[in-house]
């Protein structure tokens, strides 16, 4: 299994809504991305998980909640978003959180499309 | 410090001809570089990767990349374009440490194919 599997794929929600994004991968990676990518951009890095502990938050507004409960399965939980959250919200996976670069790479997910309404 | 620049925004070519999207590097270590490629709505997909083992790396879907030091470029090439490679296309830059370092995306740019 070569996949990191994303859920739900289109998510539709209104400012005051609490809703969770899911992402699970089964290829024993120890490091788990969030990424935010806009329409005709490149994806920006969210957060970042190492060993299922957070080791990079790229200052992302606290209306965003990651959690890692195990090594397997990463959340987005969201709060009270903007309008200007809407995009397209990708994970990904690498083996080694803290391999060399030559060894590494990521394995991206299809992404949640998120309109905030 | 690291960037990457993607020399055009938008290439168009004609089914069966060659495709050539480019790319600039900077970076204060031996890079590794990465080519990745996204159709509409979709995550993205790793076409090649460069580590310092080869300057020509060869990928999937007949695509090819070549590193050339001297002119801190990792251009993506492909002999005859298909109508299925019509998307977007990011040249990726990171340094040694890949978990503990970010990623330096490119802006991406977006391939047509003409029939």
């Known amino acids: 299994d070569t996949e990191v599997t994303q859920t739900p794929k289109h998510l539709v929600m209104g400012m005051t809504n609490k809703k969770s994004l899911k992402c699970e991968q089964h290829?024993?990676?120890?490091?788990m991305y969030w990424y935010k990518q806009k329409a005709k951009k490149p994806p920006e890095l969210m957060f970042v998980?190492?060993?299922?502990?957070?080791?990079i938050n790229e200052s992302v507004p606290s209306r965003f909640s990651p959690e890692c409960p195990n090594s397997s399965l990463l959340n987005l939980h969201l709060h009270a978003l903007q309008p200007e959250d809407s995009a397209l919200y990708l994970c990904a996976s690498s083996q080694d959180p803290y391999g060399s670069s030559t060894n590494e790479k990521l394995f991206f997910g299809s992404g949640t499309q998120l309109s905030v309404l | 410090a690291q960037s990457v620049t993607q020399l055009d925004s938008h290439v168009s070519v004609s089914e069966g001809t060659p495709v050539l999207l480019r790319c600039n590097y900077s970076?204060?270590?031996?890079?590794?570089l990465f080519w990745y490629v996204q159709h509409p709505n979709k995550g993205l997909q790793l076409l090649l990767k460069y580590t310092s083992a080869a300057t020509l790396v060869k990928g999937i879907n007949g695509f090819e990349a070549e590193f050339k030091k001297s002119e801190t470029s990792f251009h993506l090439t492909k002999p005859s374009a298909h109508m299925s490679d019509a998307a977007e296309y990011f040249c990726v830059v990171t340094g040694p440490n890949f978990g503990n370092e970010k990623l330096t995306f490119g802006t991406g740019t977006r391939l047509t194919i003409i029939p």
């Open positions: 998980y190492s060993y299922e502990k957070l080791s």
């Open positions: 290829m024993g990676h120890r490091a």
């Open positions: 970076s204060s270590y031996s890079p590794s």
